[in-house]
């Protein structure tokens, strides 16, 4: 029988206090809206009282996002409640997140108080919370070094008092995977009524075991892990929700689910990677450059017979076309092969062999292998069979003129012209053909790469383009760099189907 497990995202709280990577309200917003699409129950939106930014964000997105529980933090206070519970007016589903520290560095250092007191304070926080709303969360912070008698005694008394959902963090990083799973489970046998709420993991990084810790407490008990998209977070960070969601997803044997499309995870890391300006690390878990790369030889070969070989996750459940075979000089001729394969190039096995010793002496030289390297060693074999060839290209483009592009081209010895205007001379170029070929084809990369310096340079244009579910590559090279990204264009559309006609699709 599935178990489900909730999620519940702190990118916006607690993923948010990282230096420098503070948003305004309308990127909230968007962020808030991509986790509901992802599919996170609960998106910790703030914490009112801290700010005017706080307050007035977590009131804009309880009114944005429709089914997801929206929570807001506070403190054990009277005065954080009240402005909390403001906060949340608009919500359709709202949660309350109140709490102490329960550790013997908080007690006695932080809140200079005793834990009878600390107690005392933690249940007439909730009771407070019960007023505004049904659904109340009670953080004991620094669970991860309190002693574990105590916060079951804290643990019980909340429950009590009426808390849905007890959350154990981890504030400082500090726990063993098996110390942290034990303490989720010593307080699933002391605690009377446990079973009346639900047991939550709030882990963090600082020893690089937070995954590993909120993994351990979720197999203890828990059913419900705070995370963050990337794993975003004061300090070392928090634990990664796509590392979490995977794992399981991975291990379908444990039998717990969550509600997360998977495959808006890569989406949704790389819109938070850009608003909060916070590069992925390449070799992340799940959502890093490398995650699904393969430069070794032997590696390459395996998971060209078979991905499941070297990846136990397919790109795809996550958002990501597909692996990635990166050359190098440790690389061998299956790798090359398919990757002339991807470039539209079928090559005989004397040749390959011919253009393979080639490359190895260019992948000692050079640290990263372009496709467009590639295809210069290959020799541009196709230029002359081109079934769609550039006849005419004239731009005009400056200061207060319209960017204007007319294009001649050749298709199969007929000629078609289209003149069109754009953002930039190379997008007027791209509409001029797109209005000849009348095919669907989305532009998804185009990249300008210089081969030489100065102002004479040869621009070296890769395209990568979409049509029908299919992806083609494009490339070409000239001190122009307009001329470079049309035929980089025209590249591509020559490796489809030259079944249709131009006048195909409308």
């Known amino acids: 029988m599935e178990d489900k497990l909730y999620i519940f995202d702190t990118t916006l709280r607690d993923g948010e206090q990282v230096p420098g990577c503070q948003l305004n309200t309308i990127e909230k917003i968007q962020v808030a809206k991509a986790l509901e699409e992802l599919g996170v129950d609960i998106i910790e939106a703030g914490f009112p009282i801290s700010s005017p930014g706080d307050f007035n964000s977590v009131r804009e997105i309880s009114k944005a996002v429709t089914w997801p529980t929206i929570c807001a933090l506070t403190r054990a206070v009277e005065k954080d409640i009240d402005v909390a519970a403001d906060a949340l007016m608009y919500a359709k589903r709202k949660r309350i997140h109140t709490g102490i520290g329960t550790s013997y560095y908080h007690v006695h250092y932080k809140l200079n108080s005793t834990p009878d007191e600390i107690l005392q304070r933690a249940v007439a926080a909730v009771k407070y919370a019960k007023k505004y709303v049904e659904d109340v969360e009670f953080y004991a912070e620094d669970a991860g070094r309190s002693d574990n008698e105590y916060l079951a005694r804290v643990v019980e008394a909340v429950i009590k008092a009426g808390a849905t959902v007890i959350n154990i963090p981890d504030t400082t990083g500090y726990c063993l995977p098996h110390e942290f799973g034990e303490k989720i489970k010593y307080l699933f046998e002391h605690v009377n009524g ?3 709420a639900i047991i939550s993991t ?14 351990s407490g979720v197999l203890n008990g828990a059913r419900q892990v705070e995370v963050t998209i990337n794993g975003i977070g ?5 634990t990664a929700l796509e590392e979490v969601v995977m794992a399981f997803k991975s291990h379908k044997e444990l039998n717990i689910v969550t509600n997360i499309n998977t495959k808006k995870i890569y989406k949704t890391s790389r819109l938070v990677s850009n608003l909060m300006n916070m590069p992925v690390q390449p070799n992340k878990a799940i959502v890093g450059r490398n995650a699904f790369a393969h430069s070794s030889g032997i590696h390459q070969d395996g998971v060209l017979k078979n991905r499941e070989n070297y990846e136990i996750i397919d790109p795809k459940d996550v958002g990501i076309n597909e692996s990635s075979i990166v050359l190098t000089a440790r690389s061998g001729r299956a790798a090359l092969k398919h990757r002339l394969e991807i470039l539209g190039f079928k090559i005989e096995k004397e040749k390959l062999d011919q253009v393979y010793q080639e490359f190895l002496k260019l ?7 372009k496709d467009d390297d590639i295809a210069m060693l290959v020799g541009d074999i196709r230029k002359e069979d081109r079934r769609i060839k550039l006849d005419y290209l004239q731009v005009v483009t400056g200061k207060n003129l319209v960017p204007m592009a007319t294009v001649r081209l050749n298709i199969a010895g007929e000629k078609f012209t289209a003149t069109e205007s754009g953002n930039g001379p190379v997008d007027a170029a791209i509409k001029a053909v797109k209005q000849i070929i009348r095919r669907k084809v989305i532009l998804e990369e185009f990249l300008i790469q210089a081969i030489t310096r100065g102002s004479d340079d040869v621009g070296k244009v890769h395209m990568q383009v979409e049509y029908g579910g299919q992806i083609f590559h494009g490339f070409a090279a000239n001190t122009d760099i307009i001329m470079a990204s049309t035929e980089a264009f025209l590249d591509a559309l020559n490796k489809m189907s030259p079944q249709d006609t131009p006048e195909d699709e409308e």
């Open 194 to 196: 446990i079973h009346n």
């Open 202 to 215: 709030h882990c963090h990084n600082d020893l690089g075991m937070a995954t590993a810790n909120t993994i």
């Open 234 to 238: 004061e300090r070392a960070g928090n």
């Open 363 to 369: 992948a000692d030289r050079k640290k990263d292998i």
